[in-house]
């Protein structure tokens, strides 16, 4: 499968932006889906993540209540929607999938979230 991101850019803080992952080459139903973050200088970290059906999701503490991740299957997309956004949110953000459960072998480019004061 092969994973496109787009939708970053430059924002104020507390502000939202909403990012996209559009999937081609295979059904998207077929992988877990999972939105992935790395700051300057610091390790990559996963941010949200949702099951093949989109039935279930999760996330990691810093964004609890501000960001959303959703996916249309039909639409072979996975958004994720980020409000309240916080200096700390800056960072090149990934869409990845996986077809097991914490085996995220398929990548796409990154997408860059610049959330200035």
């Known amino acids: 499968v092969q994973l496109q991101a787009s939708g970053g850019g430059l924002v104020q803080a507390g502000g939202s932006l909403r990012l996209s992952c559009a999937a081609s080459?295979?059904?998207?139903?077929?992988?877990?889906m999972g939105w992935f973050r790395r700051a300057p200088g610091k390790e990559r970290e996963v941010v949200a993540s949702?099951?093949?059906?989109?039935?279930?999701?999760g996330y990691t503490d810093s964004v609890k209540g501000r960001f959303t991740i959703s996916r249309d299957n039909a639409k072979n997309t996975v958004h994720l929607q980020m409000n309240n956004l916080k200096l700390e949110d800056t960072a090149v953000y990934y869409c990845?999938?996986?077809?097991?459960?914490?085996?995220?072998?398929?990548w796409g480019q990154g997408t860059q979230v610049t959330v200035s004061s």
């Open positions: 990845a999938a996986a077809v097991r459960p914490g085996e995220f072998n398929y």
């Open positions: 949702i099951t093949w059906s989109g039935s279930r999701t």
């Open positions: 080459g295979r059904t998207l139903s077929n992988y877990i």
